[in-house]
Each structure stands twice: as structure tokens, then as C-alpha cells.
């Protein structure tokens, strides 16, 4: 088992920034590719960003490229989404996941894929 917690979320205005963290304790951090996922009220849950176990492949969804940046620090046990140029439509609980894999350089887009989830954080943009 593993246990995902993630914090950092906020109401800010557009354009600001903020920063997602999601600490894993139980199993070793890095056998997991990661991955944020958030859901706005009436919608489904989307794939966001999602991280290798090695950290060297990382991809976005089109909404985030060019805003949004994932990492990781696996001798924190610890992965980011730094984001900026937040927009109202932003607004979402945001989710981190972990994949239990053993592709060093794999990671999915694919909700169904990932085996923990934490608990949530709330990201709100006001305009």
C-alpha cells in the first residue's frame, strides 16, 4: 500500500501561480510513474501531467503544455505541478495518482492505469 497526500492548493486570481505537492509514504516512491489528475464540479476526471518513475519522460495535457511543469524528488518521496498563468477554468480538485510500473521512462495518460490516489487538493481561479 501507499498513501498519497497532496497539498498546495488555494484560491488565487488569474494569472497567478501555485504549487501542487503529493508526499507518498508506504511502498518505495520510485517504482510509481506519477501522474495530477483533476475533476471540476459535473465533469470527469482529466489527465493532467504525468511523470516517469526515472523523471526523465514527462507528459502534459494540451490545457497545461506551456503552463504547467511536473516533477519529482524521489529522495523526498515527493512530486510538483508548479503552475502558472492559472485561468478560471483551472479551477478543479487536483489529484495525484501513482502507477506501480516497471518502465523506468513510462508513463499513461489513462485514469484506469493508476493504483493510489490521494485525497484531493482545491485549486480555485477567480477572474
Known amino acids: 500500500q501507499v498513501q498519497l497526500v497532496e497539498s498546495g492548493g488555494g484560491l488565487v486570481q488569474a494569472g497567478d501561480s501555485l504549487r501542487l505537492s503529493c508526499t507518498a509514504s508506504?511502498?518505495?516512491?520510485?517504482?510509481?510513474?506519477m501522474g495530477w489528475f483533476r475533476q471540476a464540479p459535473g465533469k470527469e476526471r482529466e489527465f493532467v501531467a504525468a511523470i516517469s518513475r526515472s523523471g526523465g519522460s514527462t507528459g502534459y495535457a494540451d490545457s497545461a503544455k506551456g503552463r504547467f511543469t511536473i516533477s519529482r524528488d524521489n529522495s523526498k518521496n515527493t512530486v510538483y505541478l508548479q503552475m502558472n498563468s492559472l485561468k478560471p477554468e483551472d479551477t478543479a480538485v487536483y489529484y495525484c495518482?501513482?502507477?506501480?510500473?516497471?518502465?523506468?521512462?513510462?508513463?499513461?495518460?489513462?485514469?484506469?492505469?493508476?493504483?493510489?490516489w490521494g485525497q484531493g487538493t482545491q485549486v480555485t481561479v477567480s477572474s
Open positions: 508506504g511502498r518505495t516512491f520510485g517504482g510509481y510513474a
Open positions: 495518482a501513482a502507477d506501480v510500473t516497471y518502465g523506468a521512462d513510462y508513463y499513461s495518460r489513462r485514469t484506469r492505469e493508476y493504483d493510489y
